[in-house]
Antibody
Framework: QVQLVESGGGVVQPGKSLRLSCAASGFTFSNYGMHWVRQAPGKGPEWLAV????????YYADSVVGRFTISRDNSRNTQYLQMNSLRLEDTAVYYC?????????????WGQGTTVTVSS | DIVMTQTPLSLPVTPGEPASISCRSS????????????LDWYLQKPGQSPQLLIH???ARASGVPDRFSGSGSGTNFTLRISRVEAEDVGIYYCMQRLKFPFTFGPGTKVDIK
């Protein structure tokens, strides 16, 4: 079955960097767009970024553009989120999500999330 | 950005009874080029990740019971549960994916009376 496993979360100081990974299995990873979505404590989800199946296109939320970079390695069935210049408000659970069908069509399966805490 | 709103924000329900949640967008979610309406519904059960219920405003996702249905057009949408079951408790979110960035509504918390 489709499985997405995020890793790389932790506690980090403001201004520092962190890289999240998402290992995918159970589907042909190289055919699907992949997303990152986060959820701050007690808040609703916030969509952050998507990368196309071949990595040729990326789109970002205004809140992270210029600070976060989405990427993927289809040979490793893994996508990444490089997070730089972290702020207190970046504290959240970060979810990796698979697109519903080839192309960019919205998320169907989500991972269990990895927690990022930005604190001095 | 497209702003999504939902009503009500809290919905106590009785098992076996129907329930409905409204979602409104700040601009039409109808894509004039392809005729599709890009509105999805998710349910986040307690302690879990969100799960897709409805995509493209009215299509049930794989494995979703047929007691869930989506309707609407343009800027106004409704999620209906024909007969609520105890397992349906959680927070329901609508999300638009017509334009980047995708944006979610604030959520409707459904619990049992």
């Amino acid at each position: 079955q489709v499985q997405l496993v995020e890793s790389g979360g932790g506690v980090v100081q403001p201004g520092k960097s962190l890289r999240l990974s998402c290992a995918a299995s159970g589907f042909t990873f190289s055919n699907y767009g992949m997303h990152w979505v986060r959820q701050a404590p007690g808040k609703g989800p916030e969509w952050l970024a998507v990368i196309s199946y071949d990595g040729s296109n990326e789109y970002y939320a205004d809140s992270v553009v210029g600070r976060f970079t989405i990427s993927r390695d289809n040979s490793r069935n893994t996508q990444y989120l490089q997070m730089n210049s972290l702020r207190l408000e970046d504290t959240a659970v970060y979810y990796c999500a698979k697109d519903r069908r080839p192309g960019i069509h919205g998320m169907d399966v989500w991972g269990q999330g990895t927690t990022v805490t930005v604190s001095s | 950005d497209i702003v999504m709103t939902q009503t009500p924000l809290s919905l106590p329900v009785t098992p076996g009874e129907p329930a409905s949640i409204s979602c409104r967008s700040s601009q039409t979610l109808l894509d004039a080029e392809d005729g599709n309406t890009y509105l999805d519904w998710y349910l986040q059960k307690p302690g879990q990740s969100p799960q897709l219920l409805i995509h493209t405003f009215s299509a049930r996702a794989s494995g979703v019971p047929d007691r869930f249905s989506g309707s609407g057009s343009g800027t106004n949408f409704t999620l209906r549960i024909s007969r609520v079951e105890a397992e349906d408790v959680g927070i329901y979110y609508c999300m638009q994916r017509l334009k980047f960035p995708f944006t979610f509504g604030p959520g409707t918390k459904v619990d049992i009376k």
